[in-house]
């Protein structure tokens, strides 16, 4: 079984989003927690399908709440994942660099990271990846969900503010 999940977190800031998502009844708390099964504080409210590109797909399963963390986190695009690429010449980190670097900024702050190739320093969250892995808080989590409509997706990336960025998992 595979499992997937999309977050939306924001790298340079605490912030909270339950209002905005319970205001359009997308999630209502889980009254059915369970360890295994259904572990996040939320699940799916009434008006899920309006949220998701597809809506056809929807059909709760096991684990398809949506966690709304404080904390900060490093949030792994699992095996979306591919190195980013350097903003100004493209080039990409070396893999193991970029791990060194991810577990650099959980622990001590974002670095910034002079490009190989080009010489150029740039903010290791603001290099380029479709999906990229990042360490921040406040973020969104819906797990197992089908994809979310881009329309809500820029809502909560503005919401977030800052510096947020979406992350899609494929476990």
């Given at each position: 079984m595979s499992e997937d999940r999309e977050s939306f977190v924001r790298i340079d800031r605490l912030d909270t989003s339950e209002r905005f998502l319970q205001e359009r009844k997308l999630i209502v708390p889980n009254t059915a927690r369970d360890?295994?099964?259904?572990?996040?504080?939320?699940?799916?409210?009434p008006r899920v399908k309006d949220a998701?590109?597809?809506?056809?797909?929807?059909?709760?399963m096991a684990n398809s709440?949506?966690?709304?963390?404080?904390?900060?986190?490093?949030f792994d695009a699992v095996e979306n994942y591919a190195p980013p690429a350097c903003p100004a010449c493209k080039k990409a980190l070396d893999e193991v660099?970029?791990?060194?670097?991810?577990?650099?900024?959980?622990?001590?702050?974002?670095?910034?990271v002079e490009c190989p190739e080009c010489g150029t320093?740039?903010?290791?969250?603001?290099w380029l990846a479709?999906?990229?892995?990042?360490?921040?808080?406040?973020?969104?989590?819906?797990?197992?969900?089908?994809?979310?409509?881009?329309?809500?997706?820029?809502e909560l990336?503005?919401?977030?503010?800052?510096?947020?960025r979406q992350v899609r998992a494929h476990l």
């Amino acid at each position: 079984m595979s499992e997937d999940r999309e977050s939306f977190v924001r790298i340079d800031r605490l912030d909270t989003s339950e209002r905005f998502l319970q205001e359009r009844k997308l999630i209502v708390p889980n009254t059915a927690r369970d360890d295994l099964m259904s572990p996040s504080e939320w699940e799916a409210g009434p008006r899920v399908k309006d949220a998701l590109q597809f809506p056809q797909d929807w059909g709760p399963m096991a684990n398809s709440g949506v966690d709304i963390k404080l904390d900060q986190g490093l949030f792994d695009a699992v095996e979306n994942y591919a190195p980013p690429a350097c903003p100004a010449c493209k080039k990409a980190l070396d893999e193991v660099g970029h791990w060194d670097l991810l577990e650099w900024w959980a622990h001590n702050g974002e670095p910034a990271v002079e490009c190989p190739e080009c010489g150029t320093r740039n903010r290791l969250g603001d290099w380029l990846a479709d999906d990229p892995n990042v360490v921040g808080a406040p973020s969104v989590t819906f797990n197992n969900w089908p994809p979310i409509k881009e329309e809500l997706a820029a809502e909560l990336l503005a919401l977030l503010g800052g510096r947020a960025r979406q992350v899609r998992a494929h476990l």
